[in-house]
C-alpha cells in the first residue's frame, strides 16, 4: 500500500489560509469519506483535527476545515497563527479495511 | 480516564524480534479496536495494524505482512504487537492507539500510547 500523496512543506504568514492536499485513489481516498487529518508536534502525539473528511471534534477550532474531490482530500487552515506551525498527517481508510497515512507535511508559519 | 499504557524501550539486533505491549483502562476493553503506528526518527506517521479486542480479528498493512503479529489478552486489557526479523529500518517509535467505536469515527484515534522506542542495531 504506497503512503497518500502530500505536500512536504506549505507556509503562509499570521492571519492568511493555507491548504494541505492528500492524494490517494479510488481504492482509498475517492472511494471512503473516512479520511482523517492529524496534527503532530515535535515530540508529541498526534492530534485529531478532522474526521469524515469534513467533521470537526468538539474542542477543535472552528480554523480547521476538511473537504474531498475525487481522490484528493484537503485540510484548510485559515486565520494561520504561530501556533499552527506543525507537521499535518491525513489518513485514510481503504478497500481492504487497512488505513493509509500520508507522508506528512510540515507548515511553517512566515 | 481513558488511558493506553506501553511497555519501555528496546534495543534488539538485526534479526531479532520485538514484542510491544499496551494495556488500556478506563473504558470496555473489547468495545474499541486498538491500532499500531510507528514513526522513525524525523519520519511520517506509519500505519502496521489494528486489532478488533473483542474478537481476535486483525487486518496488517502489506509493507508489514509476514513479520507482524497483533494479538490480545482480554483478561489483561492488553494488547501486543511483535515485529520479528529486525533490521536497522525498523528504528522508531511505535505508538498504540484507540480507535473510537462506530463506523462514522473510523480513523478517529484517541488516545494515543506514550510510545515505545525500539532500536535496531549491531
Known amino acids: 500500500q504506497s503512503a497518500l500523496t502530500q505536500p512536504a512543506s506549505v507556509s503562509g504568514s499570521p492571519g492568511q489560509s493555507i491548504t494541505i492536499s492528500c492524494t490517494g485513489t479510488?481504492?482509498?481516498?475517492?472511494?471512503?469519506?473516512?479520511v482523517s487529518w492529524y496534527q503532530q508536534y515535535p515530540g508529541k502525539v498526534p492530534k485529531l483535527l478532522i474526521y469524515?473528511?469534513?467533521e470537526r471534534p468538539s474542542g477543535v477550532s472552528h480554523r480547521f476545515s476538511g473537504s474531498k474531490s475525487g481522490n484528493t482530500a484537503s485540510l484548510t487552515i485559515s486565520g494561520l497563527q504561530a501556533d499552527d506551525e506543525a507537521d499535518y498527517f491525513c489518513i485514510s481508510y481503504t478497500d481492504t479495511s487497512a488505513r493509509v497515512f500520508g507522508g506528512g507535511t510540515k507548515v511553517t508559519v512566515l | 480516564q481513558v488511558q493506553l499504557v506501553q511497555s519501555g524501550a528496546e534495543m534488539k539486533k538485526p534479526g531479532a524480534s520485538v514484542t510491544a505491549s499496551c494495556k488500556a483502562s478506563g473504558y470496555s476493553f473489547t468495545m474499541s479496536a486498538i491500532h499500531w503506528v510507528r514513526q522513525a526518527p524525523g519520519q511520517g506517521l506509519e500505519w502496521m495494524g489494528w486489532?478488533?479486542?473483542?474478537?481476535?480479528?486483525?487486518k496488517y498493512s502489506q509493507n508489514f505482512q509476514g513479520r507482524i503479529t497483533i494479538t490480545r489478552d482480554a483478561s489483561a486489557n492488553t494488547v501486543y504487537m511483535e515485529l520479528r526479523s529486525l533490521r536497522s529500518g525498523d528504528t522508531a517509535v511505535y505508538y498504540c492507539t484507540r480507535e473510537r467505536s462506530g463506523s462514522q469515527y473510523k480513523n478517529w484515534f484517541d488516545p494515543w500510547g506514550q510510545g515505545s522506542l525500539v532500536t535496531v542495531s549491531s
Open positions: 479510488s481504492s482509498d481516498v475517492g472511494g471512503y469519506d473516512y
Open positions: 486489532i478488533n479486542p473483542g474478537n481476535g480479528n486483525t
Open positions: 469524515a473528511v469534513t
